[in-house]
């Protein structure tokens, strides 16, 4: 075993470490898994270009960064999804988030959820078409999803926060799940739009998961401000659910747009072509379509955003390291 994995964080040896090996006398920033490095990239090199290398541990995930934390320091970062530690200070790991600046976090879920913001999916929505443009409109979507979501997480948070009760994340996250529904429907104009409808079973699943607790309206205003001073609004909510379920949800609505969108093309391609220009139209409509609906390339060229507010928090932690 190498000195440099025995001693990830000795900040007297990464520098000399990384130019030995690496060639460039670098600090260290270390994330969950190294599918997250060309995030953070973006983000420290935006205000330390060129002064960090991006890696993980030898042993991945949030688990194994957590017993460093305390060791967290200028040479020696770490970045991770805030999940819910960010918005439960109260907790173990929330304190860390809070309380050591040298532990860089999305200030959202996680990093799926700091890419998705609805204004830029709204605006990827909208350039998907042949010759049916769409009225699939996803900012409303996510406003009346993330009021629900909103309504949940006040609860959650003061159960957990306030009062320290171990709840169930994956049943929490369950009551945000639709993506078992038909969501993209056509309208009366024969164009594809969302059906707000199925946003009504999730009132439902909050109700039920949180029915073996008592919140007082005095608790749930305190859980309210609480979350407000955080920065999490009714407008935002959506972006401190599991990112993978709301990345899954955008991505379900995008092939049932892709389906819909293909079906109205072709009724009108058999309307008015004949013989072998059906296929051959029928080939440049499913090509375009599909070239139009790949949101994972598209969310990771989504730049370092100023009106983002998350990104305006990811930033702004990231520069109070200079002073």
Not at 221 to 241: D, K
Not at 258 to 287: A, H, P, S, Y
Request: aromatic letters at 14%; proline letters at 2%; glycine letters at 2%.
């Amino acid at each position: 075993m190498s000195r440099f994995s025995q001693y990830p964080f000795e900040a007297s040896y990464i520098k000399s470490y990384n130019l030995i090996n690496h060639g460039e006398a670098k600090y260290n920033l270390y994330t969950e898994d190294d599918s997250d490095n060309w995030f953070w990239e973006k983000f420290i090199d935006a205000f330390f270009p060129n002064q960090y290398r991006i890696l993980s541990l030898t042993q991945r995930g949030k688990r194994a960064l957590e017993s460093y934390y305390h060791e967290a320091k200028i040479e020696a970062l770490i970045a991770v999804d805030s999940d819910f530690d960010y918005l439960c200070p109260n907790t173990d790991c929330g304190n860390s988030l809070h309380s050591n600046p040298f532990i860089l976090h999305t200030f959202s879920y996680s990093r799926e959820s700091a890419l998705i913001e609805r204004n830029y999916i709204q605006d990827f929505l909208a350039n998907i078409k042949f010759t049916v443009i769409n009225e699939v409109d996803i900012n409303q979507f996510l406003q009346i999803f993330s009021e629900h979501v909103f309504d949940g997480l006040t609860n959650f948070i003061h159960l957990k926060n306030f009062n320290h009760i171990d709840l169930n994340y994956d049943k929490f996250h369950q009551c945000f799940h639709l993506t078992d529904n038909q969501i993209v429907i056509v309208n009366s104009d024969n164009k594809p739009s969302i059906d707000m409808s199925v946003l009504d079973s999730i009132p439902q699943k909050i109700q039920a998961y949180f029915e073996p607790y008592t919140v007082s309206s005095a608790e749930y205003e305190v859980a309210q401000g609480h979350l407000n001073s955080l920065g999490v609004t009714t407008n935002n909510a959506y972006r401190f659910i599991n990112g993978h379920e709301l990345e899954n949800l955008i991505t379900s609505i995008i092939k049932q747009l892709t389906t819909t969108l293909t079906n109205l093309e072709l009724e009108f391609i058999k309307r008015d072509f004949q013989g072998q220009q059906i296929n051959d139209r029928k080939k440049q409509v499913e090509k375009t379509l599909r070239e139009e609906s790949q949101i994972k390339p598209y969310l990771r060229r989504y730049l370092i955003c100023d009106s983002d507010e998350v990104h305006q928090n990811i930033c702004a932690q990231i520069e109070d390291l200079k002073t």
